[in-house]
Nanobody, 125 residues
């Protein structure tokens, strides 16, 4: 089993930047598809971005051009680089991992097997 721990959340002014980290343990993430989801109060968990283990990367439209994901397999860490943050980006951000994710379902939260506890990002206007 892989365990995931997110960090890097906090209070950020609109227009600012933040980097979230997801440190994995128990398994190497090099053979896992990895994703970031977020959940705002009163809303369902929504897809933000993902990378399949082979390297393909996908973003939801609302973050394209502002957010970038990357992984450092040597550090077993997955990142979310966020820029030009908006108040509507405020949410708890979750890291997810799955060894068998397929393209047609990677935007569906319930399809991911492993989750971190989440880290709160609050963007002030």
């Amino acid at each position: 089993q892989v365990q995931l721990v997110e960090s890097g959340g906090g209070l950020v002014p609109a227009g600012g930047s933040q980097i979230l980290s997801c440190v994995a343990s128990g398994r190497t993430i090099s053979r896992y598809s990895m994703a970031w989801f977020r959940q705002a109060p009163g809303k369902e968990r929504e897809f933000v971005a993902a990378t399949k283990y082979a390297g393909s990367i996908y973003y939801t439209d609302s973050v394209k051009g502002r957010f970038t994901i990357s992984r450092d397999n040597a550090k077993n860490t997955f990142y979310l680089h966020m820029t030009s943050l908006k108040p509507e980006d405020t949410a708890i951000y979750y890291c997810a991992a799955d060894a068998h994710m397929i393209l047609s379902t990677l935007r569906q939260a319930h399809q991911w097997d492993h989750w971190g506890q989440g880290t709160q990002v609050t963007v002030s206007s």
